[in-house]
């Protein structure tokens, strides 16, 4: 089955189970609300039925389409180890911020606080470009340095998100449970990889797929780039 979406984003349900997103988790740890999206059991582990996946999908790169041609932001969250390079890689190729390393708890609900420290971030690394470091002694040099690289590392993917964005993807729903709580308390529409141990209600626009498989996370990522670059103006 292959279906598309209004920027001819192509999704074809043998291609996604060939890069391994039809692999949930074992049967024992099955979501009570996931039951009609499995279509059977290899080896001890549930299998997630490609078709519908791929329909729900389909709805989901509609959704960012949309929102991209309107100039709105999506926002990637991908922490987990193997998803963090993938993550960084599709959102900048894509034009979006990203947050890959641990989510700072008040990013969306508290996001004032957090743009100044972002403002601090830009501030400090103004002075080094313009030179005004020298100024200060080596010590102070260092422990200037060592703070631009602690910011960095916090805010580096936000840092040019002005405002809340529109929407979040989240690649693992149950470890970064924190940021979906903190959408939905902004009313920030959440477009999130839902594997088999995962309520499928936490989406607003929910990719059935497995959530740990780097070839499953990269297909994803990929789609949805090929999405927002199509979708923008």
Do not use: C
Request: aromatic share 6%; no cysteine; glycine share 6%.
């Amino acid at each position: 089955m292959t279906s598309e979406s209004t920027n001819n984003v192509k999704l074809n349900a043998d291609d996604m189970a060939k890069a391994g997103l039809n692999f949930g988790h074992t049967v024992s740890k099955l979501h009570p609300k996931m039951k009609a999206f499995v279509q059977g059991v290899k080896s001890n582990v549930h299998m997630i039925d490609m078709e519908k996946s791929a329909k729900e999908f389909d709805l989901a790169l509609k959704f960012i389409s949309q929102l991209v041609a309107e100039g709105k932001t999506l926002l990637f969250v991908g922490t987990k180890i193997q998803a963090k390079n993938l993550t960084k890689v599709a959102a900048v190729e894509s034009g979006m911020p990203y947050v890959t390393e641990r989510w700072l708890g008040g990013a969306f609900t508290n996001f004032e606080t957090i743009s100044k420290r972002v403002a601090h971030l830009k501030d400090l690394e103004s002075k080094k470009a313009k030179g005004e470091f020298e100024k200060y002694t080596k010590y102070e040099q260092m422990m200037l340095n060592e703070e631009i690289a602690s910011l960095t590392t916090k805010f580096e993917g936000i840092k040019n998100m002005a405002k809340l964005p529109e929407a979040v993807l989240i690649l693992d729903l149950k470890k970064d449970i924190a940021v979906a709580r903190e959408a939905k308390r902004k009313g920030i529409k959440i477009v999130g990889i839902v594997d088999t141990n995962i309520d499928p209600a936490l989406a607003d626009y929910a990719i059935y797929a497995n959530d740990d498989a780097v070839s499953s996370i990269g297909y994803v990522l990929e789609k949805i780039k090929e999405t927002i670059l199509s979708a923008k103006p």
